[in-house]
C-alpha cells in the first residue's frame, strides 16, 4: 500500500504539474531502482542516473534536436504512466511482450537479451535446465518474461515459481538456500556473478527477449522518428559504444543488430500458452491463481490479525499491571514498531534474519505482520482497559476477586466492547497491508494483479477483480463487527 | 452460611483509625462499633470523612493508625495485603452510592458472579440463591436485565442483591437515600430493617434525618473527620450537643 501510496503521488504530481509537454524536452521515464547497467543513481553524485538506458536517452533526444529529461517512476508503474502520456518514453530494460505491442506504441527491439538460469557453484553439474529443478524453487523478478516462464515450468516440470519484487534478494536468497536457482536476464545475472562469488550463471538461454521502449498508444509519429534514430545508431556504431561500454555488448549482439537493419521481422517474447488471445480469455485463465492469492492474503491476515491479537491482549496487560520496567520495555517496543515503516521490518524478519533463523516467507510475513500490528493492538487494548469505570473495579475487589478474576471477568470483557470498533478497523487495514508482503515472494492478491495487469497491458479488468476481492474480505467483517456492536447497543438502550 | 463464632462480639470494630491524604487529616481517631442486628447511621456533612471510613472498611482506602476489625479479620495501617483481602472478601458487602453494577452483565449474573467465581459455588445453587434475593427485594421479574435497562430503584436493589449473595455478616450502604423519593425510602428502611432482624449487622452513610430518626438503631455524627456524638438517634437528633450536629439539622430541615 505505501508503494502503490507512493506511485500514486508521483503520478498526480506529473499529472497536474508537469503534463504540458516541452517540444525541446524529451522526457524519459525509467525506474532509477532497477540499478545497474540500466539506470541506477550516479554513485558520485547521487541526483543524477547513468547507465546504458540513460545514454540511450541522451542519443535519441540529441537526434530529435531535444534535452532528454529523466522522470523516476516505479518500474510496475512504467506502462500506466506510458499509456497516460505521463513521459514522451520509457526505457529501463522492459521487455518486448505481445501485451506492450498490443497495449502501446513500443519501439523496436534495441538490445536482445538471454533468460539465463543461475545455480550455486556446487549444483552445476547437476541443475543445468529448468527441466532438473522439479520439486525445487526457482526464484525471478514477478510480472516478467522469466516469472511467466517459470509458471510454465511450474505445469511441465513441477517447479515452485518464486516472485520476488526487485532483482537484487533472489540471487541471495539463493545464496543462502532459501531457492535453488535463479531465472533472469543475462545483463541482471552478470551484474550479480561480478558482485557475488559461489554462483554459477548457465551461458545456454532459457529463452530470448529484447528491450524496447514505450511510448503512449496515440503517439506513433515520435515512436516511429524514435525507430529511426535507433536504427542510425545500430548502423553507426553509436549504440555498440554504449553497450560496450557498459559491458553488456557481444557477438550475438552484433548478429542482431543486422536482423534488425535488414529489416528482419522480430518477434515479442511469447510463453507458450500464457498469451491467449481475448482478454477474456486471459481473465479465465487467470480467476485461479487469483482466487489462490486471495486466499493467501485472506489467511495471511487472519493468521497475523490473531497474532496481534494476542501479542497485543498480553503487551496491553503488562502495560496496566506490569512492574516499571516492564511497562518500559514494553513502550519501548510500541514507539519503535509503530516509529518505523513495517515494510522495513519485513525485511528485516526476513532478510536481516537469515542469517541466524531463515524463515519461510509465509511465516516471516506472519510474524512481521503480526508484531507490527500487536503494537497498535495494545494501545487499543490498553486505553481501553484504561477507560473501564473504576468504579466496576472497586465493586469487584470488595467482592473478593482477584486481580486477574476481575481482568477476566469483568474488565476485560468490558474492554473488549470498547476495542471492537478500532480492532475492526485494523482488520481491514490489515487486509490491505497484507500486500506489502509479495517483497518476501509471498504472492498475494495485489502482486497477482500486478502480474495480470502486466500480462494483459491494462489495469481495468485486473483492478476491478482484485477491489472485488478485497471487499468481498473486508465488507463481511465489518458486517460481523457492526452486528456486534449493535447487539451490545440495543442491550444496553433502555 | 458461617452464623457466627458463637461469642456475641461486634460485626466490625473500628477503633481509633487517622487517615491522612498527604497532610490533611481526612479521618481522626475514628472509634465505633457495630453489632449483629444495628444498623448503624453514619451521619454528617458533606466532607466530613462518612463515605471514607466506608472505603476503608472495604479495603478500598489504605489508613495511617488505628486498626479495624471485621469479623474474625483485621485491617491494619499501611498498603492491604493479598492475605487481608481475601480474609475480609465474605466479611463485607457494599452498595455503593452509584451502585457500580457490572454493565456487561444482567442482574442475575451481577449477583451469581461473586458466588460462582469467588465462593466457588456450584451456578445452580448460586441462581437459586440469587433468585431468592431477588424475590424477597422485590425485583425478581429485572432478573435477565442490563444495569441500564433498571431504574435508579431497581438498581439499588440488585446491588443490594449483590452484596447480599456472598451472605457477608456487615453490609456497607452508602448514601442509599440520595437517589430515592420518600415511599422509596421507606420501602428501603423496611428492607433494612428486615436484614438487620435476620442478624446482620448495616453501617448506612445518611444525612436524611428523618430516616435516621425511624430506621437507624444507632447514629454516629462525623465532623472534619471526627465523631463528635454519637447513641441513639432519637437522644441525638432531639438534644444536639455539638454544632455540627445543629448544622446538619438546620439543612435537613430546610
Same mark, same amino acid.
Given at each position: ?9 508521483? #503520478? ?71 499509456? /497516460? ?30 533468460? #539465463? ?61 532459501? #531457492? ?209 469505570? /473504576? ?104 | ?211 435516621? /430518626? ?41
Amino acid at each position: 500500500m505505501v508503494r502503490f501510496g507512493a506511485s500514486v503521488a508521483v #503520478v498526480l504530481l506529473l499529472a497536474t504539474g508537469l503534463r504540458a509537454q516541452d517540444a525541446r524536452v524529451l522526457r524519459w521515464g525509467g525506474d532509477a531502482e532497477g540499478g545497474a547497467p540500466f539506470v541506477e543513481a550516479d554513485p558520485k553524485q547521487p541526483d543524477r542516473v547513468v547507465g546504458f538506458d540513460v545514454e540511450i536517452a541522451a542519443l535519441i533526444a540529441r537526434d530529435l534536436g531535444r534535452e532528454p529529461q529523466f522522470v523516476q517512476i516505479l518500474f510496475t508503474s512504467l506502462d500506466q504512466s506510458a499509456a /497516460r502520456g505521463d513521459f514522451d518514453i520509457g526505457l529501463s530494460g522492459i521487455e518486448d511482450t505481445p501485451a506492450r505491442r498490443r497495449t502501446l506504441a513500443a519501439t523496436i527491439p534495441y538490445y536482445e537479451f538471454h533468460e #539465463v538460469l543461475t545455480v550455486r557453484s556446487a549444483d552445476r553439474d547437476r541443475l543445468k535446465t529448468l527441466a532438473d529443478l522439479g520439486g525445487r524453487r526457482v526464484a525471478t523478478l514477478g510480472g516478467t518474461i522469466a516469472y511467466e516462464l517459470l509458471l510454465a515450468a511450474e505445469r511441465d516440470h513441477g517447479i515452485t515459481a518464486v516472485s520476488y519484487d526487485d532483482d537484487v534478494h533472489p540471487y541471495g536468497d539463493l545464496l543462502n538456500g532459501r #531457492v535453488d536457482a535463479v531465472l533472469l536476464d543475462h545483463v541482471l545475472a552478470e551484474r550479480t556473478m561480478r558482485r557475488l562469488t559461489g554462483l554459477y550463471t548457465h551461458h545456454n538461454p532459457v529463452a530470448i527477449g529484447h528491450y524496447i521502449g514505450v511510448l503512449a498508444p496515440e503517439n506513433t509519429g515520435l515512436r516511429d522518428r524514435i525507430d529511426a534514430v535507433l536504427r542510425a545508431a545500430m548502423r553507426d556504431g553509436r549504440l555498440e559504444a554504449i553497450f560496450r561500454k557498459w559491458n553488456v555488448w557481444s557477438d550475438d549482439e552484433a548478429a542482431f543488430f543486422l536482423h534488425v537493419l535488414a529489416g528482419a521481422d522480430v518477434q515479442a517474447t511469447d510463453v507458450p500458452g500464457s498469451t491467449p488471445q481475448s482478454s477474456w480469455e486471459m481473465t479465465r485463465r487467470y480467476l485461479p491463481s487469483f482466487l489462490t492469492a486471495a486466499a493467501v492474503t485472506l489467511v495471511l491476515s487472519c493468521a497475523s490479525m490473531a497474532l496481534a491479537i494476542a501479542v497485543g491482549v498480553l503487551l496491553a496487560v503488562g502495560r496496566v499491571y506490569g512492574r516499571r520496567w516492564l511497562r518500559g520495555a514494553i513502550i519501548l517496543y510500541v514507539e519503535v514498531v509503530r516509529g518505523t515503516p513495517v515494510l522495513l521490518q519485513l525485511f528485516i524478519i526476513y532478510y536481516g534474519f537469515a542469517e541466524i533463523v531463515r524463515l519461510p516467507a509465509f511465516v516471516a510475513a506472519l510474524v512481521g505482520l503480526g508484531l507490527n500490528y500487536a503494537a497498535y493492538e495494545s494501545e487499543i487494548y490498553r486505553s481501553a482497559l484504561e477507560a473501564v469505570p /473504576r468504579g466496576q473495579l472497586e465493586a469487584a475487589r470488595v467482592l473478593g476477586f482477584s486481580d486477574s478474576q476481575t481482568l477476566r471477568l469483568i474488565r476485560g470483557p468490558q474492554a473488549f466492547r470498547l476495542a471492537l470498533a478500532p480492532m475492526t478497523n485494523d482488520f481491514v487495514a490489515m487486509l490491505k497491508d497484507s500486500s506489502l508482503v509479495s517483497v518476501l515472494t509471498v504472492m498475494e492478491l495485489t502482486k497477482q494483479t500486478q502480474i495480470f495487469a502486466t500480462n494483459l497491458g491494462s489495469w481495468v479488468i485486473p483492478g476491478a477483480l482484485c477491489a472485488a476481492l478485497y471487499l468481498a474480505m473486508s465488507l463481511p467483517l465489518s458486517q460481523l463487527a457492526r452486528r456486534l456492536e449493535s447487539r451490545w447497543k440495543a442491550a444496553t438502550a433502555s | 452460611m458461617e452464623g457466627g463464632d458463637g461469642v456475641m462480639s461486634a460485626a466490625l470494630r473500628i477503633t481509633g483509625l487517622r487517615l491522612n491524604r498527604g497532610a490533611r487529616e481526612v479521618l481522626c481517631d475514628v472509634s465505633f462499633d457495630v453489632a449483629p442486628g444495628a444498623i448503624v447511621a453514619l451521619m454528617g456533612l458533606s466532607g466530613s470523612g462518612k463515605t471514607t471510613v466506608l472505603r476503608a472498611i472495604a479495603g478500598l482506602e489504605t489508613f495511617n493508625a488505628g486498626a479495624i476489625a471485621v469479623g474474625p479479620a483485621t485491617l491494619a495501617p499501611g498498603p492491604l495485603s493479598a492475605s487481608s483481602r481475601s480474609a475480609t472478601a465474605g466479611q463485607v458487602g457494599m452498595v455503593f452510592q452509584f451502585h457500580h453494577l457490572f454493565e456487561h452483565l444482567t442482574a442475575m449474573d451481577n449477583i451469581c458472579l461473586a458466588p460462582v467465581h469467588v465462593q466457588r459455588r456450584s451456578r445452580q445453587d448460586a441462581e437459586t440463591a440469587a433468585r431468592a434475593l431477588l424475590d424477597d427485594l422485590g425485583v425478581a421479574t429485572r432478573a435477565g436485565a442490563l444495569p441500564r435497562e433498571l431504574s435508579g430503584g431497581e438498581a439499588q436493589r440488585v446491588a443490594i442483591a449483590r452484596a447480599l449473595a456472598t451472605n457477608p455478616p456487615l453490609l456497607l450502604l452508602d448514601e442509599p437515600t440520595a437517589s430515592l423519593d420518600p415511599a422509596r425510602r421507606g420501602e428501603l428502611g423496611s428492607t433494612l430493617r428486615q436484614l438487620a432482624s435476620a442478624g446482620r449487622a448495616l453501617l448506612v452513610t445518611c444525612h436524611d434525618v428523618t430516616f435516621v /430518626r425511624e430506621f437507624a438503631t444507632e447514629c454516629v455524627i462525623l465532623a472534619d473527620g471526627c465523631v463528635v456524638e454519637r447513641g441513639n438517634p432519637r437522644t441525638v437528633l432531639d438534644n444536639p450537643t455539638h454544632d455540627a450536629t445543629r448544622a446538619l439539622l438546620r439543612i435537613t430541615s430546610q
